[in-house]
């Protein structure tokens, strides 16, 4: 079975400060790791995700992540937030590669950009 | 590429009341999944088909729960006699099956309010 652990539920960050959102995974298989960013009422949209290779990741709106197997982490950072960037942002787990299908998701972060 | 679409967005039912909800996958993508997302929770998978075969479903998708998807293109997903603790976002997903690596693509959902 897999699970994702987000430590943090809330994290508040000033605008052009940098961040990182904290993501865990257990897995007895490899897997392939996404993080998905949510806005109000809105449904989920792709940030980034890892499959294999390079163990950085570069995303959309400046987000990157680093996979880490030793440590069974893929954090997400941003150099510099914007206000655009307050949102609700999953980690998200999946085995595809054995065909399973399913995702297993974090309880996800909150994301509050402080003007 | 319209994207994935759910219909209706918002939907608020009395209890007991049956409720249908509908989703269009992106064209071609013959992966469709089923996701609920109670209110500061991640979400959780409910079911998924492979053209119109349901492959897999959740312990989470109770015997008041049944998921179509009768000509492998749009699916419903109803809800007979609603319960309150049904009240949660309802998400779709659907991904392209001759690429493995690809990540699903998610609607915007339908918010279910069960009073």
């Known amino acids: 079975a897999q699970s994702v652990t987000q430590l943090d539920s809330q994290v508040p960050v000033f605008e052009e400060a940098p961040v990182e959102l904290r993501c865990n995974y257990s897995?007895?298989?490899?897997?392939?790791l996404f993080w998905y960013v949510q806005y109000p009422n809105q449904g989920l949209q792709l940030l980034l995700k890892?499959?294999?290779?390079?163990?950085l990741v570069k995303g959309i709106n400046g987000f990157e992540a680093e996979f880490n197997k030793s440590q069974t982490s893929f954090h997400l950072r941003k150099p510099s937030v914007h206000i655009s960037d307050t949102a609700e942002y999953f980690c998200?787990?999946?085995?595809?590669?054995?065909?399973?299908?399913?995702?297993?998701f974090g309880t996800g972060t909150r994301l509050t950009i402080i003007p | 590429d319209t994207g994935v679409s759910q219909n209706p967005r918002h939907k608020i039912t009395k209890r007991g009341q049956n409720v249908t909800f509908r989703c269009d996958p992106i064209s071609e993508h013959n992966r469709l999944y089923w996701y609920r997302q109670t209110l500061g929770q991640g979400p959780e998978f409910l079911t998924y088909?492979?053209?119109?075969?349901?492959?897999?479903k959740s312990r989470l998708l109770s015997d008041r729960f049944s998921a179509e998807r009768p000509k492998g293109s749009f699916s419903t997903l109803e809800i007979q006699r609603t319960e309150q603790g049904d009240s949660a976002m309802y998400l779709c997903?659907?991904?392209?099956?001759?690429?493995?690596?690809?990540?699903?693509?998610f609607g915007q959902g339908t918010r279910l309010t069960v009073v």
């Open positions: 890892y499959l294999s290779g390079s163990t």
């Open positions: 088909f492979q053209n119109e075969a349901q492959l897999e």
């Open positions: 897995s007895s298989v490899s897997v392939y």
């Open positions: 997903a659907s991904r392209p099956r001759d690429r493995p690596n690809t990540e699903a693509f």
């Open positions: 998200a787990v999946s085995d595809l590669w054995f065909g399973n299908e399913k995702l297993t």
